[in-house]
């Protein structure tokens, strides 16, 4: 049977982030980043690594122009990103250009954003459409020798002006071809009506 002691060292959990900091990050900015964070009692924590400077940050969308450094933290307790922007605020830093985020729920944006950096041209390129038929070639030849004001004709053949079996259906009449009375009712009353009173 287990003892107490084995059982906490089972269940012990750790809790891993990934740090983002938008723009550079000295060397000092940092050994005081990683003293408060020590806080969290943390087990691991792994060297700083900055993208290239880029026109549009995806983690941080009002900041353009510039790099991101990024570190992996692993902690013994939970960190919040509330208290990470507080811990950044009270060095110094600002606090919108920090993001904390869980290491594995940052790693799959990662994978996702790869796929959407792939570019168009090889998107098309990877895409096999069919050659055209003998029709098609023929249309599009046609098309292409013919003189400008005929394109301009083909392109708004379409009209809408045509003539039904059966002659023109009559305009549906609305409330306005109505006869209206113009006169009040009250301009034929001559003099003022005597109220009766049905009291006794």
Known sequence: MKNFAQYLVETKQTFDYRI????????EQMNQLEKSMAQFDVIKMSEKKSTPVMKTLPD?????NERVTHMDVS??????????????ELLGMDPNRMLMQPREYAEKLDQEREGYEQQPESVLADTDFP???AEQKELSDDYSAAPE?????VQ???KSDFTIAGGKTPAAKTTSDFPMNNESPMSKQNEIPEVKSFAR
Do not use: L, S, W
């Open 156 to 158: 708004n053949e379409y």
């Open 60 to 64: 941080f969308p009002k900041f353009e």
């Open 131 to 133: 050659a055209p038929n």
């Open 149 to 153: 004001e005929h394109k301009i004709v």
């Open 75 to 88: 902690f013994n307790y939970p960190a919040t990103e509330i208290g990470m922007r507080q811990v950044c």
């Open 20 to 27: 983002k900091i938008a723009g550079d990050i000295t060397a």
